[in-house]
């Protein structure tokens, strides 16, 4: 440009210069003009000059039209040239994220057997635990590219995606009930134990399917730290005999372990130097053995018996990830226009020609959505609990109940959106395509009959007395999420990148199973004859429609030509009013302890559902284009 500009002076001064003097005198005249008339065209040249300089420091700010025109679009190699990749996911990068975790233990199922002599019952008790749990990662890595081909190594630290079950003590966790007759038993095997991913080393090898878009593949080592066991308990009665007691739990030591991780994924350049990555990760681990239990009480004639196996237990977590990488590597042409940070936010800020309603539109789509469901009423458990040799009440208590669940499902999804320069207002419809999800009843203690009643908590601060108290709603319904219909509102953060809000309606079903409430207790000071006894009430409820409404949010990146992938989470709130179902009670007094418990399912209910969902968009047709 500059010897453009120089060349162009030089023609302008030879065509502008007069005939060449005849004497002298006008030699000395011609000379002295022309020297004016350079001074000035060099004085002109130097403004230009300066403008140059002043719109390369703006980068994209200048042109950034042409400049994203050229950056993006589809690799097309010259008639007869094979493709030449620019080696831009080579080098070194560093990144964060979110995940949504799936953590599970899996055991062998505990025994429990009861027998009179004659008759013998056998009960199988899962010692399963399972927990959706929410964390994040940091990572770091080397990728080495060859042509399209991508080869490298990842290492990763998770955090904040520990998952506990406290263990139960003492007759705590048992369920009461009557196995045969004249004797009354509260007995159980409960599972508890600690999960939490701590880390990956992963080779990776993957494909660059545009120079702003590759998938992968990895594979490695995962560490994680865990333990395991089952907590144990039997609680036998026989009038007029003394009831007898037993506790044991089978234990494994907190241990980090080594485990096999496998998953895959792709990731999209939203700047020069960031992408946006989602993934998917399945570890597995074999965990720190457990001691094993053996359990027996006999009382009458009869005989209970609860046998939890020493074993290694299974672990594992299957995690869907989000993460930003920022990669150091040198930004290839034609990024390096507005690599820098300043250009960046240039196109941030004050590039609007960038935001050419690219967002607009209708749309489809589909992908995995993971629901977690809570069944929740505020009230209608008391619990009161009074020891005549201390002053006042000594445990008085009012709340309500809840149960969850979780299912993960498919999806699908439309919508259409309008833009204005970096604004975008929308409506969006989908439709869930899973099954009904059973809430959990729990297990019933040793050949029991009837329905599961609640489990024992129970409270030590009696001394040598033993007051063991349970409270539940009984829920065996099913519930389904079905569909949504959604206003949207978004913001163009990048001509790759928008974040949006959602709110509207929300459409399930809940029934087809029972819901009710139970109470149950054993409650024996020594001398005295001991309180036993077990209540539940329930109703059921065939399948009903429900409506309700839902707010959220998300962000959403373009993977290629036409196609993008969302990541978003909705909260449905509905609120169900049914018939009347009724409550049960348990109490009574013995010696200087007196009891009274009642539960009571409600007439209405709040459902609630925590959905995370990701997505597969593509735009059919934009008319503001």
């Not at 250009?343 to 749309?363: H, K, Q």
């Not at 299912?407 to 439309?414: D, R």
């Not at 163009?492 to 309606?505: D, H, R, T």
């Not at 989470?569 to 007094?589: E, Q």
Request: aromatic share 10%; glycine share 12%; hydrophobic share 40%.
């Amino acid at each position: 440009m500059k010897n453009l500009l120089s060349a162009t002076a030089a023609v302008l001064l030879l065509a502008s210069a007069p005939a060449l003097a005849a004497t002298d005198e006008d030699l000395v005249a011609q000379v002295a003009a022309l020297k004016r008339q350079e001074a000035a065209k060099n004085a002109e040249i130097a403004a230009l000059q300066k403008k140059i300089k002043a719109l390369e420091a703006r980068g994209p700010a200048a042109a950034p039209a042409a400049i994203y025109a050229a950056d993006h679009p589809p690799y097309k190699a010259p008639p007869g040239a094979a493709p030449v990749w620019t080696p831009s996911w080579a080098g070194f990068y560093i990144g964060a994220g979110y995940s949504r975790n799936y953590a599970q233990s899996k055991r062998d199922p505990a025994t429990i057997v009861s027998t009179d002599g004659t008759t013998t019952v056998t009960d199988i008790h899962s010692q399963d635990l399972k927990d959706y749990v929410n964390g994040g990662q940091a990572l770091a890595g080397y990728m080495f590219q060859f042509n399209r081909m991508l080869l490298g190594i990842e290492g990763d630290l998770a955090f904040g995606g520990k998952t506990v079950t406290p263990a139960f003590t003492g007759l705590s966790g048992g369920t009461c009930g009557v196995d045969f007759t004249g004797s009354y038993v509260c007995a159980g095997a409960r599972p508890f134990g600690q999960f939490e991913t701590l880390g990956h080393l992963r080779a990776i090898g993957g494909v660059s399917i545009t120079p702003d878009l590759m998938a992968f593949i990895a594979g490695g080592a995962a560490w994680a730290r865990m333990s395991a066991g089952s907590h144990t308990s039997i609680a036998m009665a026989s009038s007029p005999s003394i009831p007898v007691f037993t506790a044991l739990d089978s234990t494994s030591a907190l241990k980090t372990v080594v485990g096999t991780s496998i998953g895959g994924g792709i990731q999209m350049r939203v700047t020069p130097d960031l992408a946006a990555r989602f993934e998917y990760l399945h570890d597995w681990y074999t965990g720190p053995t457990t001691t094993g239990a053996l359990s027996t009480v006999t009382l009458g004639g009869h005989t209970n018996t609860i046998t939890v196996p020493s074993e290694r237990p299974r672990f594992t977590n299957d995690a869907v990830r989000g993460s930003l990488i920022y990669s150091f590597n040198a930004a290839p042409q034609p990024y390096a226009a507005y690599a820098s940070a300043g250009g960046v936010w240039d196109r941030f800020a004050s590039a609007p020609a960038l935001y050419n309603n690219s967002w607009a539109g209708f749309y489809v789509g589909g992908g995995v959505t993971q629901n977690n469901y809570k069944f929740i009423q505020d009230t209608g458990r008391t619990l009161t609990i009074d020891d005549s040799t201390t002053p006042g009440t000594d445990i008085s208590e009012r709340s309500g109940f809840s149960t969850k669940t979780g299912v993960t499902n498919g999806h699908i999804l439309a919508g259409y959106r309008y833009q204005w320069n970096r604004f975008l207002i929308g409506l969006e419809g989908e439709l869930d395509l899973g099954a009904s999800k059973h809430f959990d009843a729990g297990p019933k203690s040793p050949g029991m009959f009837g329905f599961n009643s609640a489990a024992l908590t129970c409270h030590p601060q009696f001394g040598a007395n033993v007051v063991c108290i349970g409270q539940s709603m009984f829920n065996t319904l099913a519930v389904q999420q079905r569909g949504r219909a959604l206003l949207t509102g978004g913001f163009e953060v990048l001509p790759e990148v928008i974040a949006f809000v959602a709110g509207g309606k929300t459409y399930g079903k809940v029934g087809d199973g029972l819901l009710g409430s139970s109470a149950d207790g054993f409650f024996y000071v020594p001398g005295s004859s001991p309180l036993i006894g077990a209540a539940t009430v329930s109703r059921a409820f065939p399948n009903t429609n429900i409506s309700g409404t839902t707010w959220g949010g998300g962000l959403e990146t373009k993977a290629w030509d036409g196609f993008s992938i969302r990541a978003a989470y909705y909260r449905d709130i509905y609120k169900w009013h049914h018939l009347p179902i009724g409550g049960a009670g348990f109490g009574g007094t013995s010696g200087t302890i007196s009891v009274s418990a009642f539960s009571a399912a409600l007439d209405h209910h709040t459902i609630v559902n925590d959905s995370y969902q990701l997505s597969l968009i593509y735009q059919l047709w934009n008319p503001q284009r």
